[in-house]
């Protein structure tokens, strides 16, 4: 099912590399939150290894940021090509794991009944007389697996009147459930959900439901052509505030004495099943609730994905997290190898 992943990936990233150029770290002062400082030998890494990772990092020119959270705690910290701490970063695809984090909170909430839902029980008004009857069968699940039968790219929908008709004339391309499509829209979908279901934007309904009780700051996400926030993409934030978001998910998402997230949400992604795919040196690869699930050098993951290296890495059974930025190069095939990179050296130098 997912062994065609790297292709589809690769797709998608092409098309919304227009839209999608990394901030200018001089743009956005979002005063990141301040994790407590951590021993990297409690976390299993001796001055030896800090020192040459720190080297392996500083080589691959193109880092911007990498974060060490073991046991909720800074273990090591860079950060190079004028960023800081405070900086925030485009996250490209990795936009995507946080709207399948928020339809776990609209589902909380009571904003969304339950994810086995039919969409079309909510996009009533939307139905048109030609539609795809297939649009009928399609529920929060095959949307947040990319198992909807929706397209790779986005279709062009600047002659529709609103973005949930824009949305439903999208021509599906198989039938729901029947095989993974790694596909923005899908993304997208889900973030024009939310804003029906709780009458605000997604950007808006992320810094009630999830930033503030974090403490954490999201400084931009940028809209469609209607002005709904962009599920597959656009997202800026800190490294160190979307470390706050993954690590939701380390702890049953319950930090600082708050249950921020259900637990029941949170183990959908920790707990989920592998699958056959892979992507660089992650093996048993699946998708669940928009996070990859998989395992590298045979230890469980889950990760947010960015192109270029936008990475945001949860190893549950470590308690540990892995944050990476990365400047976007001019090819795309740089950009994939930098991906691999970045996946190689979490393997080899700090999942041991």
Not at 18 to 24: I, P
Not at 28 to 47: K, M, N, Q, R
Not at 148 to 168: D, I, Q, R, V
Request: proline share 3%; charged share 20%.
């Amino acid at each position: 099912m997912m062994k065609k992943v790297l292709s589809l990936i690769c797709i998608v990233f092409v098309l919304i590399l227009a839209c999608s150029g990394t901030t200018d770290p001089k743009g956005t002062d979002s005063h990141a939150y301040d994790w407590p400082d951590g021993d990297a030998a409690v976390a299993g890494l001796t001055t030896t290894d800090i020192s040459q990772l720190n080297q392996a990092v500083r080589n691959l020119n193109y880092v911007d940021g990498f974060l060490i959270i073991h046991q909720g705690k800074m273990v090591w910290e860079y950060y190079a090509n004028k960023y800081d701490a405070n900086w925030a970063h485009h996250w490209h695809s990795g936009t995507k794991s946080i709207v399948g984090t928020l339809i776990g909170l609209a589902i909380d909430k009571g904003f969304i009944a339950s994810s086995d839902k039919k969409i079309m029980d909510y996009l009533t008004e939307y139905r048109y007389t030609s539609m795809d009857a297939r649009w009928e069968d399609i529920t929060f699940d095959h949307l947040l697996d990319m198992k909807a039968g929706l397209p790779a790219s986005f279709t062009s929908a600047e002659s529709e009147e609103n973005a949930f008709t824009a949305f439903l004339k999208t021509p599906l391309t198989g039938n729901p459930g029947d095989s993974f499509i790694y596909s923005g829209l899908s993304a997208h979908g889900l973030s024009l959900l939310i804003s029906l279901q709780s009458q605000r934007i997604a950007a808006s309904f992320a810094r009630t439901y999830l930033c503030n009780p974090l403490d954490i700051k999201l400084p931009a996400w940028a809209g469609d052509q209607f002005g709904y926030s962009m599920g597959s993409t656009a997202l800026e934030m800190t490294p160190r505030d979307m470390a706050r978001i993954a690590y939701c998910y380390l702890q049953d998402g319950f930090v600082d004495g708050q249950q921020i997230i259900s637990s029941t949400w949170t183990r959908r992604v920790t707990e989920s099943d592998f699958g056959e795919g892979s992507l660089h040196s992650i093996t048993d690869l699946s998708y669940k609730d928009l996070w990859w699930i998989g395992k590298l050098n045979g230890v469980r993951i889950f990760t947010a994905l960015g192109y270029a290296g936008q990475l945001v890495m949860g190893i549950p059974s470590l308690d540990l997290l892995i944050v990476t930025t990365a400047t976007v190069p001019q090819l795309e095939s740089d950009a994939e190898e930098q991906v691999g990179e970045l996946i190689e050296l979490i393997g080899n130098r700090i999942i041991k």
